[in-house]
């Protein structure tokens, strides 16, 4: 069965940093892009990040770049964000999904039904 289990959310800081995990099970990633999207309260889902399939090339959303750092193992069935200097305005819920290639995620074109997201706070 066909999965997306995303974990790492927490309360933190402002200025604080948090690492957020993916994993698929019952679908090997490595010929897809993988990405990361929130949702915050009221609000619509939103791209954030994606890294692509096979030169890991990435691409951000304008609010977390230089904070934010996407990657992937490959071996683990595994997708990470590294979220640094978080600010109040990236509190949401976090999901992950795939993509046939980078351009894809930031169309929201995903391929797999959302896991139940990890809930990131920072606090002010």
């Known amino acids: 069965q066909e999965r997306l289990v995303e974990s790492g959310g927490g309360l933190v800081q402002a200025g604080g940093s948090l690492r957020l995990s993916c994993k698929m099970t019952g679908r090997d990633i490595t010929t897809y892009s993988m990405g990361w999207f929130r949702q915050a309260p009221g609000k619509e889902r939103e791209f954030v990040a994606a890294i692509n399939r096979w030169d890991y090339r990435t691409d951000y959303v304008d609010s977390v770049k230089g904070r934010f750092t996407i990657a992937r193992d490959n071996a683990k069935n595994m997708a990470y964000l590294q979220m640094n200097n978080l600010k109040p305005e990236d509190t949401a819920v976090y999901y992950c999904?795939?993509?046939?290639?980078?351009?894809?995620?930031?169309?929201?074109?995903?391929?797999?039904?959302w896991g139940r997201g990890t809930l990131v706070t920072v606090s002010s």
């Open positions: 999904n795939l993509g046939n290639d980078i351009s894809s995620l930031p169309q929201y074109k995903t391929l797999e039904a």
